[in-house]
């Protein structure tokens, strides 16, 4: 990552101390709270990052243009900026957002597995497990404020956070469509999305590659709450505030106990998940679906 993290604004008074405190602790503490905002950014091509240590929340805001795709600097920014946060005892909490208008992310971004050999899938997929396992396993209150369309990786993101508030648009999609573009789901997301949709509708949502609209999604538990656009970012900060009234070590080992299962069998699996993807996604028929699917992508365009 390009940049380093920056202390840009100056503790200036016993209130923002005490706020700061409160974020460290994990006590509760009522925010929004606008006075004395100690303030830390951190800026790569791909991802923007800005810590509000006085309130102990975390805005990763996706700025790759033109749709957020999750390229190999894209997913070692995203890698890089969770261990910061991750180890900063100001921060407890991590929205994710995007400022691309009307996607949230296209997920990975095919041309990192279209005519690529086994070498290059090998890294790419353990950086795809990467980020999936540092925002499953993370010790943040994580919240997905999705402002905009997100397909396959992009609701990855969503799914491995702890609440998802979206965009009430019906024009915005959501889902994992893996098996459209001849590709199969990897087993972890599977469980991540089973815990959250249950078996059956998991399996329908898989084998028909289904994107949600929003309306849709919210029915079916995809995500948790919709808002007007404009609101996504402010309510996704308020719904913190909810998460963050909750002593952090009681509400971090009740999120590991939920979670152990999937990221042991994860962990258990990884090597092997590695070898099946470079084995799977380098085969002569995988590879003339990803170039059709892109075709179609690009043809959408004449
Ligand atoms: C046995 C074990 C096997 C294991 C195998 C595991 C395989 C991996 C499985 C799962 C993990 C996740 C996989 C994925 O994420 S695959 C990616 C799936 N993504 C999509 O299908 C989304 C495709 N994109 C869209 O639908 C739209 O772009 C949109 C709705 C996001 C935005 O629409 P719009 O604003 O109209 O933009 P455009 O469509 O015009 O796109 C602009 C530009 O960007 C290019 N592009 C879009 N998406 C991608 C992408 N995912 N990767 C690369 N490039 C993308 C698009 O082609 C346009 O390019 P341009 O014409 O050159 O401008």
């Known amino acids: 990552m390009a940049s380093v993290l920056r202390h840009s604004a100056k503790f200036t008074s016993g209130i923002s101390s005490s706020l700061a405190a409160c974020a460290r602790n994990g006590t509760a503490c009522a925010f929004p709270c606008h006075a004395f905002r100690h303030r830390n950014s951190s800026t790569s091509s791909k991802i923007r990052v800005d810590l509000d240590s006085s ?15 999750m390229c190999m600097d894209f997913l070692t920014d995203f890698a890089i900026s969770m261990e910061k946060l991750e180890l900063d005892k100001n921060c407890r909490g991590l929205i994710l957002t995007s400022a691309v208008p009307k996607v949230f992310s296209a997920g990975l971004d095919i041309m990192e597995m279209y005519g690529k050999g086994p070498e290059h ?22 919240i ?46 599977k469980d991540n999305m089973v815990q959250t949709l249950g078996h059956r509708q998991t399996e ?46 009681s509400r971090q080992i009740t999120k590991s106990m939920m979670r152990k299962q999937t990221i042991d069998k994860f962990l258990s699996n990884r090597e092997t998940d590695i070898n099946n993807f470079a084995n799977f996604v380098t085969k002569d028929s995988i590879q003339k679906s990803l170039g059709t699917y ?7 365009k004449a």
């Not at 491995?160 to 789901?185: C, F, H, T, W």
């Not at 609209?213 to 079916?220: G, M, N």
Request: aromatic share 8%.
């Open 144 to 189: 997905a404020a999705v402002n905009g369309s997100s397909p396959a990786g992009g609701c990855l993101l969503a799914l491995s956070s702890d609440y998802r508030i979206m965009a009430d648009n019906p024009r915005y999609v959501i889902g994992l469509n893996e098996a459209q573009v001849g590709i199969v789901a990897p087993f972890w997301l």
């Open 121 to 142: 899938a090998t890294v790419f997929w353990r950086a795809v497990q990467e980020m999936w396992f540092k925002l499953y396993s993370s010790n943040m209150v994580t």
């Open 294 to 300: 892109l075709a179609k992508l690009k043809k959408k």
């Open 204 to 249: 329908k949502s898989l084998q028909l590659a289904q994107l949600y609209s929003a309306p849709d999604a919210l029915k079916i538990g995809l995500v948790d709450k919709l808002v007007p656009e404009e609101k996504v970012l402010s309510t996704a900060t308020e719904t913190m505030a909810k998460w963050f009234s909750i002593p952090d070590h």
């Open 55 to 69: 309130t102990g929340v975390a805005v990763m805001t996706l700025q790759g243009p033109p749709v957020n795709s």
